[in-house]
């Protein structure tokens, strides 16, 4: 059984970088085929896929938030991260992260149970 769980602060300031880590157990992040995506949901608002981080270690990001989002990885303890800069009030949602495949990039077959990030002076 896969799982994942995001890890990270809970509160940060605007103009800050926010850090957020998906530790995934039950199966390898470079396993073929596995895409590993970091996805939010702003409060009253739908998901918003941010980025991903496929198996081979290469990395998409939504063009919105390109300029922004930097996604990496640690094969020793099976993580990845999520780091967003110059954070804004608009950035407050719960972050979840997700595995899919590259055959359907956005059929998420198991996902974080998410963590809350506000953005708040």
Avoid at 50 to 76: E, H, W
Wanted: hydrophobic residues 30%.
């Amino acid at each position: 059984q896969v799982q994942l769980q995001e890890s990270g602060p809970g509160l940060v300031k605007p103009s800050q970088t926010l850090s957020l880590t998906c530790t995934v157990s039950g199966g390898s992040i470079t396993t073929y085929s596995y895409v590993w995506s970091w996805i939010r949901q702003p409060p009253g608002k739908g998901l918003e896929w941010m980025g991903a981080i496929v198996y081979r270690g290469n990395t998409y990001s939504s063009p919105s938030l390109k300029s922004r989002t930097s996604i990496s990885r640690d094969t020793s303890t099976n993580q990845f991260t999520l780091r967003l800069s110059s954070v804004t009030p608009e950035d407050t949602a719960v972050y979840y992260c997700a595995r899919s495949t590259l055959a359907e990039f956005n059929a998420y077959d198991y996902w974080g149970q998410g963590t809350q990030v506000t953005v708040s002076s």
